[in-house]
């Protein structure tokens, strides 16, 4: 650069050359050349440094910039309304606007390409279409006019979701944890690892599988089952004697019927970001953190892939347009639970239906002893015993105890047997027969009786003459 420095010096009487003024103002025309005159770096000749430059051919400036020395800084000062107002202040490893929240970057429509932070990044609203890693990989994006976020891939270690839907995700894959909901519903098969409202639904399940359908323990093919005879089916005698197997609990009767009747920006490249809130490009508010506490509010998110490690899942649908499997420790409900698969290896709704067209307190695996108790507990019912078992088998088959047989065991005489003028014999009210009248009756036969008599076989008497007639 060419400074300005003395070319000539005179004194009071000295002549003045004209080769003396121009090399004098050459020096000067040089010094002021708009690429080659003086530096104004405070150096010999070069002028001294400028500490302020502001608008062009005015004394006071209202656009300028001011080396402020005593603060070492440089401020910044834009005409506003007719006044010099400071704007921004550049001062050892900090730029900062004057005013709080008064100074954009960028405008909607002129903006900066990249943004490159090593450090935070805080903001109290933050614009954004894209968000990536610092490698440049996508993470998520923010649409506008809704604010919905849609995150590729996202670990949460605390989340709170008050709304919306959990679609396609696997809840409670690696740490699974106790879900609350008013209904839950599962295209595919639900398996438990534990209990389902206390019940254990696999062995409720195969204890079932063991129950015939409409089970009723006092029902004909039951109580035949467990050796005993209905009351109902002991009308017909004829067919009790007919019986021609065991009916003991010990026994296996066979029968063949049995009936019964019962920021604005395009791009940010950071490593770590502070924001309060998060807008869609648009302006729409999508998000907000919190200070102290760093919870982070989405008021609508699309996350493709979520792995959530704690909080709760409140509001939500889990998996209302694409179900996915879900584990859980413990499981509960406040409304019902709608299962298109299997609970435990079990369908609910067929087992519940078998349920229901059972009697209550019905089981599948009760004694002999608790079947006879229900039996006798019946109404219009009794139990067959072996001792009744044993005195039908005594009696003979289609036995009649007026038939010739019987009745002469029984020392009785047959009608046939009974001459028609003794079936007609009244013996008058007071008959008394000597015991002398009684032996004559006693006698086994004519000789006995002539005996008793004192006559012989003609009629002689023995002892004294009597006559027989």
Do not use: C, W
């Amino acid at each position: 650069m060419a400074g300005y420095t003395r070319q000539s010096t005179y004194t009071d009487g000295d002549v003045i050359q004209a080769s003396d003024s121009n090399v004098e103002f050459d020096q000067v025309l040089a010094s002021f050349n708009n690429s080659t005159g003086h530096a104004h770096d405070g150096t010999a000749a070069e002028g001294p440094v400028i500490g302020l430059i502001g608008d062009a051919g005015v004394t006071t400036p209202l656009n300028k910039l001011a080396v402020d020395t005593a603060n070492d800084r440089l401020s910044f000062y834009v005409d506003v309304a007719a006044a010099s107002v400071e704007q921004l202040r550049v001062e050892d490893g900090v730029a900062y606007p004057v005013t709080n929240n008064d100074i954009d970057l960028g405008t909607a429509v002129l903006m900066f390409k990249d943004g490159y932070f090593a450090g935070l990044l805080e903001s109290v609203n933050l614009q954004v279409t894209n968000i990536k890693a610092n490698d440049g990989t996508a993470s998520g994006s923010i649409a506008d006019s809704t604010g919905i976020f849609t995150i590729a891939s996202a670990v949460l270690t605390t989340a709170d979701i008050n709304g919306g839907t959990v679609d396609n995700t696997v809840i409670g894959a690696t740490t699974p944890l106790a879900g609350d909901f008013t209904a839950l519903g599962a295209t595919g098969n639900i398996t438990v690892g534990g209990t389902v409202d206390g019940r254990d639904v696999a062995a409720d399940g195969t204890k079932l599988d063991g129950v015939e359908a409409l089970a009723d323990v006092t029902d004909v093919t039951n109580v035949t089952a467990a050796g005993a005879l209905m009351d109902s089916e002991l009308t017909d005698i004829a067919s009790i004697k007919a019986l021609n197997q065991g009916v003991a609990t010990t026994d296996s009767p066979t029968f063949v019927t049995i009936n019964a009747t019962t920021v604005n920006a395009t791009t940010f490249d950071m490593t770590n970001l502070e924001v309060t809130n998060i807008k869609a490009k648009d302006g729409t508010a999508s998000a907000s953190i919190a200070d102290t506490t760093g919870v982070m509010t989405v008021a609508s998110a699309v996350l493709t892939t979520a792995d959530i490690n704690g909080g709760t899942v409140d509001g939500a649908v889990v998996g209302g347009a694409t179900p996915a499997a879900g584990t859980f420790t413990a499981l509960s409900a406040t409304g019902n639970i709608t299962v298109t698969g299997t609970v435990d290896g079990r369908d609910i709704a067929t087992d519940g239906a078998k349920l229901d067209a059972i009697e209550a307190s019905a089981t599948a695996d009760q004694t002999d002893a608790e079947i006879r108790t229900a039996v006798e507990a019946a109404t219009d019912s009794n139990v067959f015993t072996d001792a009744d078992h044993t005195k039908l088998n005594a009696i003979e088959a289609l036995a009649d105890v007026t038939d010739v047989t019987n009745v002469t065991a029984a020392g009785a005489l047959m009608d046939s047997e009974v001459d028609a003028d003794i079936k007609t014999l009244v013996l008058p009210a007071s008959t008394t027969i000597s015991t002398y009248g009684a032996s004559l009756v006693d006698d086994a036969d004519a000789a006995t009786s002539r005996t008793t008599l004192d006559v012989d076989q003609a009629g002689t008497a023995l002892a004294l003459a009597i006559a027989l007639g």
